[in-house]
Structure formats: structure tokens, C-alpha cells
């Protein structure tokens, strides 16, 4: 069965700051992988997503993530943090079906001024 | 385009009462999805709906039931409501086709639960 751990729970960065979320997964055949983020008392927003081809993707608000196999990592990453970027980013796999969609259990950025 | 909409957006049971949360997405999706959050877990699928007419349990299925009512909504329901059953509960839909798309989820804006 396929799993997804992301090693830190909290991260606390300045503002202006790099940022790196890891996350490493387990599965079985080539992954669709995902990152997540949550704002408080929100759903959950899609930053970007990894399917085939190049390894470095680009999402939204200035986020990018590699995806590397020999590691089995898919690790988030951003140059310079904004304040506003202070929220809960998921970690997840899935497959073309849909239905082993498996999250990570989350890591929660605080960013101070 | 709503997307994903879910009601209520807050909800207090007492122990032992039923309930029905509500999903709807405009988006044509044919999958669909109730999950859980609770801190620390991130979030567990309850029960999903690959297509219409079909679903199938997920991770935690135990205390609740689905309906898939039509293509557009997917309703989830507690019949006897216990404490552990406090959460936050989202609806996620999405469009699944052959291999080559992206079958990224797309989420409601959840309904916080509390069962005392």
C-alpha cells in the first residue's frame, strides 16, 4: 500500500527566507504526486502536481517541487517566503484512478516578520 | 463555477443522533470523495465514488454510509453519531480518465463536526 510521511510537522522560517518541505512516498508503480496547501479554516488548494516528463515542476505562488526517484522524494520549495504563505502544505500520491489518493499527514509553516 | 460546495459548515450532534452532510460539485466531475481531517493525521478518505451508481470504502468507513444521488452530488451520512466521529469532513471531486491526466482533487470548503 502506498504511504506518503513528510518528516516535519512544524517549520518555522523568516520572512524573505528559502523554504524546503520534504516528503517522501511509497508506491508501487510510477506516482502521481501532489502538493496541497491549507489556510486556516479553509479546504484545500492545489499548488502543483508531478505526472511525467520534466522532474522540477512550477505551481502557484512562487512554489516549485523536484521529483526524485531514486530518493522517492517530491520535496516543496519556494526561494522567499511571504508572510502570507504561513498555512498547512499536504504532501500526496495517487494514481490516474483516483481512488488511492493518500495524503501525507501534513506540515504546518509559520513565518515570522 | 461554485466547484465544490458543502453544507452546513458547522455542525454540533449529541451522542446517538444522525446526520447527512451534503456535497455538490458543478464541474461535471466523476469522482468523488468524503474525507476526514484530525490533527496530526492529515486527512482520511471515508468513502469514495469512482463514477455514478458505484462506491466503495476508503480508509475509515466504519459508522458511515454514502450515497452517490446523481453525477453531481455525494452525501454522506451518520446514523448514530459517537465522539470520535469529531472532525472536520471535506468533499473532493475529480475527473478521472485514462492514463495521461491529472487527476488532482478538487476540495469543498469542509464542514466541522462536533459530536458530544
Known sequence: AQSVTQPDIHITVSEGASLELRCNYSYGATPYLFWYVQSPGQGLQLLLKYFSGDTLVQGIKGFEAEFKRSQSSFNLRKPSVHWSDAAEYFCAVGNNYGQNFVFGPGTRLSVLP | ?116
Open chain 2, 1 to 116: 463555477n461554485a466547484g465544490v460546495t458543502q453544507t452546513p459548515k458547522f455542525q454540533v450532534l449529541k451522542t446517538g443522533q444522525s446526520m447527512t452532510l451534503q456535497c455538490a460539485q458543478d464541474m461535471n466531475h466523476n469522482s468523488m470523495y468524503w474525507y476526514r481531517q484530525d490533527p496530526g493525521m492529515g486527512l482520511r478518505l471515508i468513502y469514495y465514488s469512482a463514477s455514478e451508481g458505484t462506491t466503495d470504502k476508503g480508509e475509515v468507513p466504519n459508522g458511515y454510509n454514502v450515497s452517490r444521488l446523481n453525477k453531481r452530488e455525494f452525501s454522506l451520512r451518520l446514523e448514530s453519531a459517537a465522539p470520535s466521529q469529531t472532525s472536520v469532513y471535506f468533499c473532493a471531486s475529480s475527473i478521472v480518465s485514462q492514463v495521461g491526466s491529472y487527476n488532482e482533487q478538487f476540495f469543498g470548503p469542509g464542514t466541522r463536526l462536533t459530536v458530544l
